[in-house]
Nanobody, 127 residues
Framework: QVQLVESGGGLVQAGGSLRLSCAASGRTFSRFAMGWFRQAPGKEREFVAAINWSGGGTGYGDSAKGRFTISRDNGKNTVYLQMNSLKPEDTAVYYC????????????????????WGRGTQVTVSS
């Protein structure tokens, strides 16, 4: 069983930055595409960013483009989300997810394709 643990959330002023980390267990981590999603109270889960197994392919939701960067260090079994120029609308619980499908060369923004999820970390951006 794969376990994911997010960290790095907190309270930040608008325009500030946060770096989220997702530590994964399991020796097959390097073959998984990984994603970040977020969910605010009363709203649907939203795709934020994804990265394929090698790190060479990435994708972002419209709200994240130009401000967020996803990366991974397979040697450390860790995925990162660097969040810059934060806005109050970025306030949400951020979840790390792993796609356990056989073809890890592709990333996806469809949440149902992800097999493993972390518990989430709260990000709050104040005005």
């Amino acid at each position: 069983q794969v376990q994911l643990v997010e960290s790095g959330g907190g309270l930040v002023q608008a325009g500030g930055s946060l770096r989220l980390s997702c530590a994964a267990s399991g020796r097959t981590f390097s073959r998984f595409a990984m994603g970040w999603f977020r969910q605010a109270p009363g709203k649907e889960r939203e795709f934020v960013a994804a990265i394929n197994w090698s790190g060479g392919g990435t994708g972002y939701g419209d709200s994240a483009k130009g401000r967020f960067t996803i990366s991974r260090d397979n040697g450390k079994n860790t995925v990162y989300l660097q969040m810059n120029s934060l806005k109050p609308e970025d306030t949400a619980v951020y979840y790390c997810a792993a796609d356990g499908s056989l073809d890890g060369s592709r990333w996806t923004q469809v949440s149902v394709t992800y097999d493993y999820w972390g518990r989430g970390t709260q990000v709050t951006v104040s005005s």
